[in-house]
C-alpha cells in the first residue's frame, strides 16, 4: 500500500474533526464535540503508520544512526497527552450538561454522524487491503469503534427528537469520552514503552535466549536485550559463549543466530559478542543456565 492513502486517510479524517466540531457547535451538542476527538485520536495512529511507510525508505546517517523511525511514536506520545487532558475536559463538559441539560437541534447531529460514518467508512474501505498488517489492523479496528460512535448519536438524536430527553446527549458524550480516554491511554503507554527502549510485548527475553542456545556451539547466553527501534523494527543485543574455535566457525554460529532470530522472532538488527569464557558465578546475571555438554 501507498503512503499516499494514508495521507488522504488523514486529511479525511481531519475534515471530519473540523465538520464535528462545528455541528457539535451549531448543534448544541456535547456527543459530537466529543465525538470529533475521538476521531481526532485516530491521527496518531495514522501518522504512525504514514511515517513507518514514509521515512523507512529513508537512511540512517552519522547523527541519527539508527535512523528516523521514532519520529512516529514522539508524535503519537505527544498527541495522546493532549487527548487524554481534552477527554478529561470534555467528560467534565458532560457532567455540567446532566447538571444543566440544554436543547440540541437534532438534524445537525443526525447529518454530521452520517457525513462521518461515510468518511469512516471510506477510510475502511481503502485500508482493508492491508488486514494483514498489524498497523493498519489496529486503524480498521478504531475506525470500527468510529463507526459505532456515529451510529449511537445518530440513535440519540432520534430518541431526543420522539421524547425530549436531552439528558440523552451528554450520556452520549460521557460515554464517547471515556471511549477517547481509554484508546489515547493505550496510545500513550504503547509510544511511551518505544520511546524507553521497552521490550516488545509479543516475546520474552528468556524466550529469545532459550531459543538461542538451542544453536549448536552456543553454551551460554547472557546480557540480553531486546528493544523496538520504531516502524516494525526489532534490535537485539547479547553475548553467546562458544568453545574455542576457528573464525570461520565463529561466522557460521553468528549467521545461524541471526537466521533464528529473523525467522522465529522478527528481529532484524542483531549484535552478538562471542566470549570463550562465560561470566563469573557471583555476577547473578546469566541467563538462563549455560547449557551443560
Not at 27 to 44: E, K, R, W
Not at 108 to 120: H, P
Not at 185 to 214: D, F, N, Q, W, Y
Not at 254 to 259: A, M, V, Y
Amino acid at each position: 500500500m501507498r503512503p499516499s492513502v494514508l495521507a488522504w486517510a488523514m486529511a479525511a479524517t481531519l475534515g471530519l474533526v473540523i465538520a464535528e466540531v462545528f455541528g457539535g457547535w451549531l448543534g448544541h451538542s456535547i456527543a459530537l464535540l466529543n465525538d470529533a476527538v475521538h476521531n481526532l485520536s485516530d491521527v496518531p495512529a495514522l501518522g504512525i503508520s504514514w511515517l513507518a511507510m514514509h521515512w523507512a525508505q529513508r537512511p540512517a546517517d552519522d547523527e541519527k544512526t539508527y535512523g528516523y523511525r521514532r519520529a512516529g511514536e514522539l508524535a503519537a506520545f505527544t498527541n495522546a497527552v493532549f487527548l487524554v487532558l481534552l477527554s478529561l475536559w470534555l467528560g467534565w463538559e458532560s457532567i455540567e450538561r446532566l447538571r444543566s441539560p440544554q436543547n440540541v437541534v437534532e438534524s445537525w447531529m443526525i447529518w454530521t454522524s452520517m457525513a462521518a460514518l461515510a468518511v469512516n467508512g471510506g477510510i475502511t474501505l481503502a485500508l482493508v487491503r492491508g488486514h494483514k498488517d498489524l498497523n493498519l489492523r489496529s486503524i480498521l479496528v478504531h475506525n470500527f469503534g468510529d463507526a459505532l460512535s456515529n451510529i449511537a448519536i445518530i440513535i440519540g438524536a432520534v430518541v431526543i427528537g420522539y421524547t425530549g430527553w436531552h439528558w440523552v446527549d451528554p450520556i452520549l458524550g460521557l460515554a464517547i469520552g471515556v471511549l477517547v480516554l481509554w484508546s489515547s491511554t493505550g496510545i500513550l503507554r504503547a509510544s511511551a514503552h518505544v520511546l524507553l527502549e521497552g521490550r516488545p510485548k509479543e516475546m520474552g527475553v528468556e524466550e529469545v535466549a532459550r531459543a538461542i542456545l538451542k544453536v549448536d556451539g552456543v553454551t551460554e547466553v547472557h546480557d540480553v536485550h531486546i528493544w523496538s527501534l520504531g516502524g516494525g523494527e526489532i534490535a537485539l543485543s547479547c553475548h553467546a559463549r562458544v568453545p574455542d574455535m576457528h573464525m570461520d566457525q565463529c561466522e557460521s554460529i553468528l549467521g545461524r543466530i541471526k537466521e533464528l532470530v529473523k525467522k522465529d522472532f522478527s528481529i532484524g538488527h542483531v549484535t552478538v559478542q562471542l566470549e570463550r569464557a562465560g561470566l563469573p558465578a557471583q555476577s547473578g546475571y546469566v541467563m538462563p543456565e549455560p547449557v551443560k555438554r
